[in-house]
């Protein structure tokens, strides 16, 4: 046991390992800063009464991400292992899929995967199944077949997604078919979530390669208002009751959590073992304002956002249902290429969200990055260097599979 004068120095420094560790949606928690703080830790668990708990990483989650390559002979089943592994929001992985004739496959959404507080229109949802659609026919187009995709084949749902189909894929065999340079980044692309390196800033010639169609830069002008709206919108969202615990919710504490669920928000690593073990971490603490493990993320959550090296932006023409597959096309090539620069991308796109009590980040910040009348800003990321993340828990492709 610490001594009784070292108590309060010892709950301190728990305190910031809390604080870390809320940041860590989607990512382990970084090694080298757990055992920096792992005499810490253990005195704090010693203090608390409680029991250092070693454990291994999530040993099924993450297995999609190592067995994405592996063929069943079955064109669209080989290449949609592939498209499981895209970024969607809250890594809910919504997609329902249907195999017809010997060639088609219908796409449709879980409806239970859908989310009503932050993304009230299925607007997040419906980009994040243009991730999965752009990286299954990239994956086709490597294993030889063309993919073509019609959107919506029955009508497109407004003002929900309904039990109708997203789309319709069909598979055809192509000798001529142009395989994409990118396909090589499925595998080692990340939502980082870590705080960016802002001493080194992205060199032009790097933000040109990643940059979307509609826009990207580092503009210190811009990026200062750009921060600045990002960081209201994030702390709209925490500060706002429904909004916060629809997140929360969906938090998975450790590996046990995180193998039987391996979607949401992964909260993992030895320290969140530790802290969960010690009854320290859970989801009431997570959602109470006037937690440690609350103003701890919150902070966190602030530095991260300010770590912007450089912003892209995603912007269509209107919002159909179309614009927003469009979007997510757009965003997981855009993933992709700063992956392939060694570049960490993570979106901020709080104040792109329709709820009411959004409204006015929403019209700051199509104001701020010059959207016309009509035109619609799907995506906001930051991007910049930083630490290396792990890969985010992912169901299997059989749990996709209608039968």
């Known amino acids: ?105 219908l796409l449709y959404c879980d409806l239970n995967k859908r989310l009503p507080q932050t993304d009230p229109f299925d607007r997040q949802t419906v980009i994040g199944f243009g991730t999965f659609i752009e990286l299954a026919r990239i994956a086709a187009a490597e294993l030889g077949y063309r993919m073509a995709m019609t959107p919506f084949p029955e009508g497109e749902p407004q003002l929900r997604l309904d039990e109708r189909p997203v789309a319709r894929l069909e598979f055809f065999a192509d000798a001529a078919v142009e395989k994409d340079p990118l396909f090589p980044m499925i595998a080692r692309r990340r939502s980082n979530k870590a705080v960016y390196d802002t001493s080194r800033p992205v060199p032009p010639n790097v933000l040109y390669a990643v940059r979307t169609p509609d826009g990207a830069s580092n503009d210190p002008s811009l990026l200062r208002q750009i921060r600045e709206i990002a960081v209201a919108s994030m702390l709209l969202e925490m500060d706002l009751e429904r909004t916060h615990r629809e997140s929360v919710d969906l938090m998975r504490i450790g590996r046990a959590a995180i193998d039987q669920n391996p979607d949401g928000i992964a909260i993992q690593g030895p320290m969140a073992e530790m802290l969960a073990t010690a009854g320290l971490l859970d989801k009431a603490a997570l959602a109470d304002p006037a937690s440690s493990a609350f103003q701890s993320g919150k902070a966190i959550m602030i530095e991260s956002h300010n770590s912007a090296s450089a912003i892209l932006w995603i912007k269509t023409p209107g919002n159909s249902r179309a614009d927003q597959l469009e979007a997510g096309r757009r965003y997981v090539r855009a993933n992709l290429e700063a992956t392939a620069r060694g570049i960490a991308m993570h979106p901020m796109s709080q104040s792109l969200q329709e709820y009411p009590e959004m409204a006015a980040q929403y019209r700051v910040i199509h104001d701020t990055l010059g959207a016309a009348a009509g035109e619609r800003i799907q995506m906001l990321a930051r991007i910049g260097y930083a630490e290396p993340s792990g890969p985010a828990p992912r169901w299997p492709l059989t749990k996709h599979i209608i039968a």
């Open 1 to 105: 046991m610490p001594a009784k004068d070292d108590h309060k120095s010892l709950c301190y420094r728990f305190d910031h390992l809390v604080r870390y560790l809320t940041l860590n949606r989607e990512s382990d928690v970084d090694r080298r800063q757990f055992f920096a703080a792992g005499a810490a830790g253990a005195s704090v668990l010693a203090c608390w009464g409680g029991v250092w708990h070693v454990t291994r990483k999530p040993e099924t989650a993450t297995k999609p991400w190592a067995t994405a390559g592996q063929s069943s002979g079955e064109i669209r089943l080989d290449s949609f292992r592939w498209a499981i592994l895209a970024p969607n929001p809250h890594n809910r992985q919504p997609w329902l899929i249907r195999l017809v004739d010997d060639k088609s496959a």
